[in-house]
């Protein structure tokens, strides 16, 4: 059940917020950041909200002037921007769903730090994380993907000191329903929630409700795997980080230097994180995506290398054998 006191219990103690400092809340106007904005307002949060235009639909404008009425009415800030995502997903070469969460994020994040907020909230729910827990197991997602959204994100891709919370993801789409009926809680249909040839749409309209017709209760039971997952990969990160140690001989901007001899010493498993990690730090994007294939691939040239061979990566990632070290530079 969506209850109040559970969420402030959260929120105070477990995430040490407090209710003297800002809190950036991502508002779209739909039943979720609705039910949010009401919950955590009810709390006593000084929230500011935000709210981005991606201009997907004829009813953006709409969307927008709804959500700084609602916030105007409750006596709070409201930040409104507009951005033109098809356009931006076009020349950036994303599709529209990556494109649009790309901006999202880059919007609340800066309000985040304009404003000195001490975090930014979204309404994530259980439900969106049993979609996205599906969506990772069938790109072929491992350990690491397969936690899905965390809770409290923090250092996260766009800030090493606000982070990021969900206060609403282990709380049931229904139980935010009924508490939505309960409370009158106006909102904003979204129609694009409706278009299958979005992905995400299509497991949620399509996939898992055949799935929990034919196993009842599957929903929670992924949830349960991915509480167990989240602690087994906390685990391999620690093994990762003194592993990293190890094995790095010297950090640079654009630059990455490595034992040869300590990396090939470490379990595959390992070796596929640091790789994980090596891209990470030297990829020119943070939209660059790295597949299996290609760590694969790294993998496979680690071992078999031989003296001043080189091996044209990705994301404009070399790596060269020179002497026992492996080097990692952008090109």
Known sequence: MLKKAAI???MLRTWGLVRSRPLVLGVS???DSMVLMHLLRDLDFQLIIAHLDHCLRGTSVIDAEFVQQAAQQLGMECVAEKRDVPTYASDSALNVEEAARKVR???LFRVAQQRGAQAVAVAHHASDQVETLLMQ???GAGVAGLTGMDHYWLPNQWSEDIPLVRPLLQVSQDHIVSWAEEHGIDFREDDSNQDLAYFRNSLRH?????LEQQNPGFQQRLLRSREILATENELLSRVTEDAWAQVLKSDQVGLLVFHRGAWLGQ???IQRRMLRQTHQKLAQTGDAKLDFSAIDTASDWLSAAKQNDRLIWISGIQILLEGQHLVFQLD
């Open 8 to 10: 402030e219990r959260i």
């Open 29 to 31: 106007g739909g039943m």
């Open 105 to 107: 994020y880059e919007f």
């Open 137 to 139: 197991l069938l790109r």
């Open 206 to 210: 399509n996939l898992i409700p055949l």
């Open 267 to 269: 379990p595959l498993a």
